[in-house]
């Protein structure tokens, strides 16, 4: 029988889309409650999202998530065998978890989430002082690729699966939008990266 997958998370969150992009991946049924960071019902004991629920066990952390979910129920189809290629995947998740998120989300995503669903007055200050640092991040991607392929090369993979979000995100603020769209590279794998099904079927209510 298909596991079923209940995931505990706030419905917008970039690490509640992580998991269900990871549940597409293995063909896992899944469930999302809408829980709150930070709020009661969250288990997480640090009150970061999601929680999940999936053969007996409670999880959280997003990468020990996704990696359990790959591994006992996707055969690990989207983590490399080959030792060097893993190594270059997690230095991606990793960059993407501790530098490009909490760059983009303080920065630029949450000001605007604030702004549009809240009515809160953007903090044009906070923007204006993360912007030159997203726009160096946005430029070390994009010549990443250019390099080497970075974690483009192979088979989609975690490392795109962690990465797409974190830009997605960005990208649906006018100033993150404009961002991207100079970077070349980068747009060209966004671009085709929101085609596959797990990224269609894991599409935020905003984005129409």
Not at 115 to 120: E, L
Not at 153 to 177: C, E, H, K
């Amino acid at each position: 029988m298909t596991a079923q997958v209940r995931i505990f998370g706030t419905i917008i969150s970039t690490y509640t889309r992580i998991v269900q992009i990871t549940c597409e991946e293995a063909g896992l049924s899944h469930e999302t409650i809408a829980t709150p960071a930070h709020s009661p019902q969250n288990r997480h004991p640090f009150g970061k999202v999601p929680v999940v629920e999936v053969d007996g066990l409670e999880l959280f952390e997003s990468v020990s998530i996704a990696q359990y979910l790959d591994n006992a129920h996707n055969s690990a189809g989207l983590q490399p065998s080959d030792p060097a290629a893993r190594a270059v995947m997690d230095r991606w998740i990793a960059i993407a978890n501790n530098y490009l998120f909490p760059l983009f989300e303080n920065g630029l995503v949450m000001p605007w989430i604030m702004h549009n669903y809240f009515g809160a007055e953007l903090d044009q200050e906070k923007m204006g002082r993360a912007l030159p640092n997203i726009s160096r991040a946005l430029s070390f991607l994009d010549a990443a690729i250019a390099k080497d392929g970075a974690w483009t090369t192979g088979a989609f993979d975690l490392s795109d699966v962690f990465i797409y979000p974190v830009l997605r995100g960005l990208q649906m603020t006018p100033q993150g939008n404009a961002g991207i769209a100079q970077c070349p590279m980068l747009s060209a794998w966004m671009a085709v990266t929101e085609q596959r099904r797990s990224i269609r079927k894991s599409r935020w209510e905003s984005e129409g």
